[in-house]
């Protein structure tokens, strides 16, 4: 049943406990917020946990479609794990949601990317649905008045975090101005070290940025006319095939053989079609 597939989501298998923790907590925030809103996750078996041929890469994924009448097209929490080459391994972590275009509110994106036991990408994000030098108030609203760059600036004063610049110049235009994209590299205090910036920053910091999109973006009355939704439906549409190209076009088939990064593409493609 979906629940077992739940359960082999929720256990985030290899990360630490700092990062798990860090997981659990959003996934159980945002499902209890979203709550009746959320319909059970109906992907197969052989998508809620996938891994490839030799093993070396293990993944899970669990989708969660709104129902009719919430304004969240779908939720998407997700592991991967893969053993590299170099003996290290990457995971990365990752919690976005999606909202239909009977509402013009940014979604929300977040992913740990763990690429050594000392280095980690966070990505945390409302990813803006419409042009804000076009719409100045939705940059009032979400960005200025939410005061979202204060949790921007506060990671940025911790010393081992560095700015991360994506390779994808189409990426960073996806990003919003206050949009936290940071290299976290504790050489010198090693794993300890990370993990306390875990514990200590990210975790309270990504709590706090999902509890502001839950009650600004998720929740938001928001009145969309005929045009502009059709606007945002391409826009999304756009948006949306561009980051799956990007974040899994070429690392799903080199993790995975092209037969099961195919096989699960396709599913969250289907997701992913406005
Ligand atoms: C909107 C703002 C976004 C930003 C800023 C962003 C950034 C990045 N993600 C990367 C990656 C990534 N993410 C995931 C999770 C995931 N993403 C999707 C997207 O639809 C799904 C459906 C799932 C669950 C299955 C996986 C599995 C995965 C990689 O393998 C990839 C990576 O780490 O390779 C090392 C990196 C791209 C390359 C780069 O620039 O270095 C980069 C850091 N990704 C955004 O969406």
């Not at 975790?203 to 059709?230: F, M, N, T």
């Not at 899994?248 to 079609?273: C, D, H, W």
Request: aromatic fraction near 8%; include cysteine; charge should be negative.
């Amino acid at each position: 049943t979906h629940d077992h597939g739940r359960s082999k989501f929720i256990d985030f298998p290899f990360v630490s406990s700092a990062q798990k923790n860090v997981m659990v907590d959003l996934v159980s925030r945002l499902e209890n917020r979203l709550h009746s809103q959320l319909l059970p996750c109906t992907l197969p078996p052989d998508v809620q946990y996938y891994q490839s041929q030799t093993a070396t890469a293990q993944a899970s994924l669990h989708i969660r479609s709104g129902s009719d009448d919430s304004p969240v097209d779908f939720v998407l929490g997700s592991w991967v794990h893969s053993e590299l080459p170099t003996g290290g391994s990457l995971d990365i972590t990752s919690l976005s949601a999606y909202l239909k275009s009977s509402t013009d509110a940014p979604n929300f994106v977040f992913e740990m990317i763990r690429r050594s036991p000392t280095m980690l990408v966070l990505i945390l994000d409302f990813p803006p649905r419409k042009d804000l030098v076009l719409w100045p108030d939705d940059l009032k609203t979400f960005y200025e008045d939410t005061e979202l760059d204060t949790h921007r600036q506060a990671l940025e004063r911790v010393p081992e975090v560095q700015p991360y610049f994506s390779p994808s110049l189409c990426l960073r235009t996806v990003f919003s101005p206050t949009a936290i994209l940071v290299r976290i590299v504790t050489e010198n205090g090693g794993v300890e070290r990370m993990e306390e910036i875990i514990r200590d920053h990210l975790d309270p910091i990504s709590k706090q940025v999902l509890g502001i999109w839950l009650d600004h973006c998720a929740c938001a009355k928001r009145d969309v006319g005929e045009a502009e939704r059709a606007y945002l439906n391409k826009r999304d549409g756009l948006i949306r095939n561009k980051t799956i190209e990007i974040d899994l076009g070429s690392s799903f088939p080199r993790m995975f053989g092209p037969e099961v990064a195919n096989r699960v593409l396709q599913v969250i493609k289907g997701y992913f079609t406005v």
